[in-house]
T-cell receptor, first 119, second 110 residues
Framework: GAVVSQHPSWVICKSGTSVKIECRSLDFQATTMFWYRQFPKQSLMLMATSNEGSKATYEQGVEKDKFLINHASLTLSTLTVTSAHPEDSSFYIC???????????????FGPGTRLTVT | GENVEQHPSTLSVQEGDSAVIKCTYSDSASNYFPWYKQELGKGPQLIIDIRSNVGEKKDQRIAVTLNKTAKHFSLHITETQPEDSAVYFCAASRVNDMRFGAGTRLTVKP
């Protein structure tokens, strides 16, 4: 399967500061990247979908000014949590998808996740 | 939108036994059904998937079945091993819209 990396794997920040999380597809070009958050013992909740070179599409209830997503290249997407608060503490996971119809259009490959703790 | 229900939420089996996890979905336009395994503190890993034009797919000890008419699909793990212990998520997807079930915590007792 395809390899997706995330950095950092964990981060602790103070309330009010911003944190940037990077997601990279290492061995394929990701036309679309997805950002999820996951609370303990819960499922994955889609936050936003981004296509390379386009603005991200956010799910209902996700503040686009708080969770800034940039997908500047076919191998890199970043999520910046601005003015973080303790309630933003969560496990953030990206996934990437590349391909065309008939060649991996649907498969999503996930990164290892980033544990964010806001104190 | 799509709604995916997954059962059971927890499943405990003895090593060597089989495990079955079931999911139902609501959107008849969904045409791709992957299964992910997530270990503690890690991201989900794709373990098997099935397209809507196929009824069954097998890969060694794991298999997935799909009943498109009834809108349900299942994951079957045979000869379970302790390392199969994890949380398993099903998902139903159209292009750019993948929705996940709530997850099943599988415990395989040695």
């Amino acid at each position: 399967g395809a390899v997706v990396s995330q950095h950092p794997s964990w981060v602790i920040c103070k309330s009010g500061t911003s944190v940037k999380i990077e997601c990279r597809s290492l061995d394929f070009q990701a036309t679309t990247m997805f950002w999820y958050r996951q609370f303990p013992k819960q499922s994955l909740m889609l936050m936003a979908t981004s296509n390379e070179g386009s603005k991200a599409t956010y799910e209902q209830g996700v503040e686009k000014d708080k969770f800034l997503i940039n997908h500047a290249s076919l191998t890199l997407s970043t999520l910046t949590v601005t003015s973080a608060h303790p309630e933003d503490s969560s496990f953030y996971i990206c996934s990437a998808r590349g391909g065309t119809i008939g060649r991996g259009l649907y498969e999503q490959y996930f990164g290892p996740g980033t544990r964010l703790t806001v104190t | 939108g799509e709604n995916v229900e997954q059962h059971p939420s927890t499943l405990s089996v003895q090593e060597g036994d089989s495990a079955v996890i079931k999911c139902t979905y609501s959107d008849s336009a969904s045409n791709y059904f992957p299964w992910y395994k997530q270990e503690l503190g890690k991201g989900p890993q794709l373990i098997i998937d099935i397209r809507s034009n196929v009824g069954e797919k097998k890969d060694q000890r794991i298999a997935v079945t799909l009943n498109k008419t009834a809108k349900h699909f299942s994951l079957h793990i045979t000869e379970t091993q302790p390392e199969d212990s994890a949380v398993y998520f099903c998902a139903a997807s159209r292009v750019n819209d993948m929705r996940f079930g709530a997850g099943t915590r599988l415990t395989v007792k040695p």
